[in-house]
């Protein structure tokens, strides 16, 4: 198994800045960085035993970025 995770605060130089609220709007359905917080709960569940049966997925945690 494995997590991808998109927009997030990892480059706090960007936050605020004009270009990543354009690129925001444009290129991720729910127009906001994700909190760390959110990118841990998969990373979390996938370590846990409530994910045992998965095989072979990679997870998603990118806010519907396209």
């Known amino acids: 198994m494995a ?3 998109g927009a997030s605060y990892q480059h706090p ?3 605020g800045k004009q ?4 690129w925001l709007d444009t290129a ?3 127009r906001r ?3 760390p917080s959110e ?16 095989t072979g997925r990679t997870l998603q945690f990118d806010g519907g970025m396209f």
């Open 28 to 30: 991720v359905a729910l």
């Open 33 to 35: 960085l994700a909190e």
């Open 19 to 22: 270009e990543l609220s354009e």
């Open 39 to 54: 990118i841990a709960a998969g990373y979390a569940f996938l370590a846990s035993d409530d994910a045992a049966y998965m």
């Open 3 to 5: 997590a991808e995770h």
């Open 13 to 15: 130089e960007l936050v």
